[in-house]
């Protein structure tokens, strides 16, 4: 069973203005993917000390997945703000999660998405559309129990 935090990064939302569908989709679809995984959700503002609580508050989960905040706005700081936390960047995540979300739609291109691990557990940026989050929920279901494995100090995948 993984745990997982989903912390979406939204002024309106938060403020109550913007209902928040991404979240409750991200964790529709893990709940789906990988059954009996704990996931919860929080909604904070884009602003830097709201991120950075929401984070150490979910430490202990073994990934937190944001949505929202990676753009090219000025109120847009979740990746800087991830980077600054995390001891260990994953480069490699949010250069696949960008690359198949352009595949999707070009305005992939402009995501400064960022992954990274701060102890044990990994964070990682997801987009704050319905359909970028749907997307990006998707494609790391998918890799998520390998990645925990791995944290975990697993065999890696070798026979």
């Given amino acids: 069973m ?3 935090a989903v912390i979406t990064v939204s002024d309106r939302a938060s403020r109550n ?7 409750p989709r991200i964790r529709e679809i893990l709940e789906q993917r990988l059954p009996g995984s704990d996931v919860s959700l929080t909604v904070v503002p884009d602003e ?18 944001t949505c929202g905040g990676t753009g090219l ?5 979740t990746p800087e703000t991830c980077a600054r936390i995390c001891a260990r960047d994953i ?3 949010s250069e696949w999660l960008r690359r198949e979300s352009a595949r999707e739609t070009l305005h992939a291109v402009f ?4 992954s990274g691990m701060k102890g044990r557990t990994v964070i990682v940026n997801f987009p704050g559309s319905l359909r970028g989050a749907e997307l990006c929920a998707t494609l790391m279901a998918g890799v998520m129990r390998h990645g925990h494995d791995m944290v975990l100090g697993g065999d ?3 026979p």
Avoid: C, F, T, W
């Avoid at 203005?17 to 979240?23: C, N, R």
């Avoid at 706005?73 to 700081?77: A, T, V």
């Fill in 73 to 77: 706005s000025p109120r847009d700081i």
């Fill in 111 to 114: 995501s400064r998405a960022y």
């Fill in 2 to 4: 993984l745990k997982v």
């Fill in 91 to 93: 480069p490699g995540i």
């Fill in 156 to 158: 890696h995948g070798k």
């Fill in 17 to 23: 203005e913007y209902e928040d569908l991404s979240g």
């Fill in 48 to 65: 830097a000390e709201a991120i950075s609580r929401a984070i150490a508050g979910n430490l202990d989960r073994d990934y937190i997945l």
